[in-house]
């Protein structure tokens, strides 16, 4: 029988004795601190870049690199302190001031059997990829000094609560809410906070009639395959050890990725006649997005069925948002991202059961009890992150404009946000 998992892997381990210290433990979250920032630089700056118009990528490559730089900065001075330290009385809600500028972290103080120096590395690359994957919903628009202000804002108002409530010991920690990588914490508000930000900034100019494809589908599937990659270290760390669970983790997200290239392929395929790469690698990231909160706890077989309804899930959402609700999710980050997670994160509650192959409920809980647990943290979580965003957006826009002049807007924002143009032709 399969040794049941640790339900929340990724919540802070208390510290504990120089004994305790692995190498091969040390040795794995270094290398996935590294495949998890690889997601970002250059992976989804590549990916994202390939998919808005030539006049726009160098403002989104840009983008992906300020927000690594920024979000570093922020998880120093305070965010990880916030997020993984202890609140005392409020330590359900946020935690504590007790590591800002990481004081008390040390080289040889320990988390589990990391040193503790390693574990901030780790969650910092989260932290970066977050505020990062937002920026397709407001993709080819928004002012650059706007969407610095909002990324750090939001950082550390949505971001590293939520990451305390859910990672750091917080209240749905204590309810046992599942979430072994991200699904909740990452994909679900990147999601609504993407789809909250086109909503406040409207549509593109010619938004739908004007058709906007990709200008270099090879950049975004270059960018797909690094995500990929980066996805071993962003579920296969999230065991937190070098071990048969970090093992499963890497193995089940693959399948999942691989199932939601070819669901997404076939639908496209039955649909519109053909297949379409830019559908393929889509459907690969929908795959990716939806195992995250399900990695530590199901096995290959519920990898392959989430991997499979993520592609038909995730496609009927993107058609409906963009067809039917006409609403400009530029780079469709909530019906991929977010849609996934919140699909992910009900099915861990199901799948993740014993008596349907998986490793084990949160401890004395029912499916329909650990359901209930995933629905309350899926709406208080969307709706934290729904409100915070609409406010620091609205306070924004007040204060210094959230988006580009009409003119600015056709003539792209690498000249006129950055004086740069990505070709000479």
């Not at 433990?25 to 290398?31: F, G, K, P, V």
């Not at 647990?373 to 729904?386: I, K, R, T």
Request: hydrophobic content about 55%.
């Amino acid at each position: 029988m399969v040794k049941r998992l640790p339900v929340l892997l990724l919540a802070l381990p208390p510290a504990a004795g120089a004994d305790d210290f692995s190498a091969a433990d040390t040795a794995w979250i270094l290398t996935t601190t590294a495949l998890v920032l690889f997601m970002t630089l250059p992976g989804l700056a590549l990916f994202y870049g390939g998919l808005v118009r030539s006049k726009n990528v160098l403002s989104i490559l840009g983008q992906c690199v300020a927000i690594a730089a920024l979000a570093s900065v922020l998880w120093l001075i305070g965010g990880y302190s916030l997020a993984f330290g202890e609140g005392g009385a409020a330590n359900a809600f946020i935690g504590g001031l007790d590591k800002v500028f990481l004081r008390q972290v040390g080289t040889d103080s320990l988390s589990g059997s990391l040193p503790e120096i390693v574990f901030v590395a780790f969650q910092m690359t989260f932290a970066i990829i977050t505020p990062a994957l937002v920026v397709g919903g407001f993709a080819e628009r928004m002012r650059f000094a706007a969407v610095l202000w909002f990324s750090a804002l939001w950082l550390l108002l949505v971001y590293v609560p939520v990451c305390h409530w859910v990672w750091g010991g917080g209240w749905l920690a204590d309810l046992g809410v599942m979430d072994f990588a991200g699904g909740i914490v990452v994909h679900l508000t990147c999601g609504v906070a993407a789809i909250v930000s086109a909503l406040v900034l409207g549509p593109r100019r010619g938004f739908p009639q004007t058709p906007m494809p990709p200008h270099n589908m090879t950049l975004t599937v270059t960018g797909a395959g690094m995500l990929w990659v980066g996805w071993y270290g962003f579920n296969g760390g999230s065991a937190l050890a070098a071990s048969g669970a970090a093992g499963m983790a890497l193995f089940v997200t693959h399948i999942a990725a691989a199932a939601g290239v070819l669901s997404w392929m076939f639908i496209e395929w039955w649909r519109f006649g053909k297949p379409s790469v830019l559908g393929m690698v889509t459907g690969m990231v929908a795959g990716l997005g939806t195992i995250t909160p399900a990695s530590g706890f199901v096995g290959p077989a519920g990898a392959l069925v989430l991997g499979i309804l993520a592609g038909g899930v995730c496609f009927t959402a993107t058609q409906w948002i963009k067809r039917v609700l006409h609403i400009d999710d530029s780079l469709d980050v909530f019906p991929v991202h977010g849609v996934g997670g919140i699909f992910g994160s009900l099915a861990t509650g199901v799948l993740a059961a014993e008596s349907l192959g998986g490793f084990g409920l949160a401890e004395d809980h029912t499916i329909g009890q650990q359901l209930g647990v995933q629905v309350l943290a899926l709406v208080s979580v969307g709706a934290w992150c729904g409100l915070w965003t609409f406010a620091l957006l609205k306070l924004l826009d007040g204060l210094l404009g959230l988006r580009v002049t009409p003119e600015a807007e056709t003539e792209g924002l690498d000249i006129t946000e950055h004086e740069e143009t990505a070709y000479h032709l």
